[in-house]
Every structure is written in structure tokens, then in C-alpha cells.
């Protein structure tokens, strides 16, 4: 649980440093906003197919999940955490005056949308974590993954 707070926290102030930056960004160059739309766009198609592409690891010893503050500082070099973030604050925000308004609302609805989807993955990943040692199980998850990835896609440009 110390892992889940920790990643909640530090996703938390990471979407709000990004979004006052951003805030300033679109602000004076108000064409950035689809430009971003189309690198958070980009980068979904890259991690699909990483993804779907994923070597099984080579080492097996067990990892401890983090405390808070590892978990929470980790964020900040975490880039799927950026990627994800980017994304949310580019693609669920509006300009000009409703700009801050739609940034707290997506503040708001990523933490509510995300936490169930984290006990999800953390129950999933009990639940595969031996299958995954399987070679042909391990390849129908990483393609079954990077193309449930990839179908998050269309919802950027609605």
C-alpha cells in the first residue's frame, strides 16, 4: 500500500508542475496544444509496440515494492509517468480561460480514474506473475497489452 500512496503523491505534484508549465506554454503559443496532442499520440504507438515486442527478463530474483517517498520520487524520472501525464494535461485541457478549470478537473479525474486501474495491475500481477515465466503465455500478454495500448489511441483526437 506504502507503493500506491507513494506513486499517487509523487504522479500527483509531477501533473501539477507540468501543468503550470504547459499553462505558460499555451498561453503564448496556443498551436502547441495540438502539436502535444500528436507527440502524447506518437509516443502511445511507441510504447504499443514496445510493448507488444517485450523480451521476457533474464533475472528472477524478487523485487520489494517501494515505500512512499521512493515510490512518490521515482515519478520524477519515470517516464511513463511524464508520457502519461503529458498526455492528460495536452489532450483533457482547454485554452484560455478554462484552462485552469480543465486542469483541475483532469488532476481530479486521473487520480480517480488511475487508482482503481493500479489495485487492478497490482492484483493482475499477482495473479500472471507465474504464468509470465512461460515463454508462449508471456508473448500472448505483451501483444495482448501493447494492443489494448494502441486502442486507448482514438480517444486523444474525440
Not at 486542469?103 to 500481477?125: D, E, K, Q, V
Not at 503465455?137 to 486507448?152: I, K, Q, W
Request: with cysteine; proline share 5%; charged share 10%.
Amino acid at each position: 500500500m506504502p507503493h500506491v500512496i507513494g506513486i499517487r503523491f509523487g504522479m500527483t505534484i509531477l501533473h501539477i508542475m507540468i501543468l503550470f508549465g504547459l499553462g505558460e506554454m499555451f498561453k503564448h503559443w496556443p498551436y502547441l496544444h495540438k502539436v502535444f496532442t500528436f507527440i502524447a499520440a506518437s509516443y502511445i504507438v511507441y510504447m504499443s509496440i514496445k510493448i507488444a515486442c517485450s523480451k521476457m527478463p533474464s533475472d528472477k530474483k524478487s523485487l520489494q515494492p517501494m515505500g512512499i517517498l521512493q515510490a512518490a520520487s521515482f515519478q520524477a524520472i519515470n517516464p511513463k509517468s511524464w508520457a502519461s501525464l503529458m498526455t492528460a494535461s495536452s489532450v483533457f485541457t482547454l485554452t484560455g480561460e478554462l484552462y485552469w478549470s480543465s486542469a483541475l478537473l483532469c488532476i481530479m479525474m486521473f487520480n480517480i480514474a488511475t487508482l482503481p486501474g493500479t489495485f487492478m495491475w497490482i492484483t493482475i500481477g499477482k495473479l500472471v506473475s507465474k504464468r509470465l515465466q512461460e515463454p508462449k503465455f508471456h508473448r500472448y500478454f505483451s501483444v495482448s497489452m501493447g494492443l489494448l495500448l494502441l486502442a486507448t489511441l482514438p480517444m486523444i483526437f474525440i
